[in-house]
């Protein structure tokens, strides 16, 4: 009998087992591939958004999402996209709390670009959410304006103070980009620390077409170590948050730090996601192009049989690991979707 049955006869959770053994506890759902950025490393200047129609409505979001949770999902992230950018997006967060309130789910999460945080944060804290996480790659006002196309910084900066005050503990994320922020990242992680955030560096990954090229713009992580090494002692911790990101405490300053490399060294082995887009297809993993369409499963009955039966078909198929590649034959992407699609 499989690890399915088993649950279910037994009346628990009914785990989610891919076909390498590891369960899927963690779900990131994208609700909308709109933002108020265009962060020149995630998307096109003149993006091309997808019609009302073929967006998954909060109500669908909602039966999708209490489906996962019922087969043993215990986190979710709402990503985008910027998130906070949906229409009546609170109503939605809301109405999820009451599986947190019911130790269904243990923690919902968000990912933002800080742009709606101030006015928003005080309501993610009475809907149940305790952890943001923030994307910032620089502290330059003049240089976040050219990264994001037109971003205000200081609407970012009012949104973190705001988001902290309203009790949100926070995660700031950094791609880590050649000939923009690399003289900036230590500035970044004293300045983090100094306010009692995390920090975590990410690798540039290929995900879509972009303005410019990726092989100009990819810092490898092992580089950004080396560099911080030669000023504080890392050490590596077990702290983990669900994600794939490696944590090491900064030991001067007491802080955490974490990288996320998926192109240095891939983290696919421990791997417990599967994301969602707006649009209700699945990717079983970020650097696939497999996908199981439940947007159609959704729509095609009132009740959940078909939607479950659709999700579990879709794990039995989870690959091992991604197949990212930054080279010089390889200048786009090795996935067409952008990051906005997917959700981060």
């Known amino acids: 009998m499989g690890q399915y049955a088993e649950d279910k006869q ?19 759902v994208s609700v909308t591939d709109r933002c108020d950025l265009r962060c020149v490393y995630c ?47 609170m109503s939605f ?3 999820l709390k009451r599986h947190l309130d019911s ?8 990912t933002t670009n800080g742009t709606q945080l101030e006015r928003y944060a005080e309501e993610l804290f009475e809907a149940g959410v305790r952890r943001i996480n923030v994307s910032l790659d620089t ?17 970012v900066f ?21 000939n923009f922020n690399e003289d900036e990242l230590i500035p970044m992680l004293e300045w983090a620390h100094e306010r009692g955030h995390d920090l975590t560096f990410i690798e540039t990954m290929p995900l879509g077409e972009i303005d410019g090229d990726r092989n100009e713009q990819y810092l490898p992580l092992s580089d950004v170590r080396k560099a911080l090494s030669a000023k504080y002692t890392l050490t590596d911790i077990p702290y983990k948050t669900g994600g794939p990101a490696r944590y090491m405490r900064i030991e001067q300053t007491g802080g955490r730090l974490g990288f996320i490399t998926p192109m240095t060294h891939n983290f696919c082995e421990s791997c417990n996601r599967v994301r969602v887009t707006c649009t209700g297809q699945l990717f079983m993993c970020l650097g696939q192009e497999d996908q199981k369409d439940l947007r159609a499963a959704l729509r095609a009955s009132e009740g959940n049989e078909v939607l479950s039966e659709a999700i579990e078909s879709a794990i039995a198929r989870k690959p091992k690991g991604h197949d990212f590649i930054i080279d010089r034959d390889n200048k786009s992407g090795s996935v067409s979707r952008h990051m906005s699609m997917t959700g981060g």
């Not at 009346?11 to 779900?27: C, K, S």
């Not at 130790?103 to 968000?110: F, H, N, R």
């Not at 009012?158 to 050649?178: F, P, R, T, W, Y």
């Open 10 to 28: 037994q009346g628990a959770h009914p785990a989610l087992i891919d076909p390498f053994g590891r369960a899927v506890t963690y779900l990131r």
């Open 43 to 89: 998307m096109s200047e003149h993006m091309t958004f997808l019609p009302k129609k073929d967006v998954l409505s909060l109500e669908e979001l909602d039966r999708l999402c209490t489906v996962f949770i019922e087969k043993g999902v215990r986190k979710i992230r709402l990503t985008g996209g910027e998130p906070l950018v949906r229409k009546n997006i």
């Open 93 to 95: 967060i809301r109405g």
């Open 103 to 110: 130790g269904a789910l243990d923690e919902l999460t968000i």
């Open 139 to 155: 502290l330059d006002a003049e240089k976040f304006k050219d990264v994001t196309r037109w971003g205000d910084i200081q609407k």
């Open 158 to 178: 009012s949104g973190i103070e705001a988001a902290q005050k309203a009790g949100l503990k926070i995660k700031l994320n950094a791609v880590a980009l050649k």
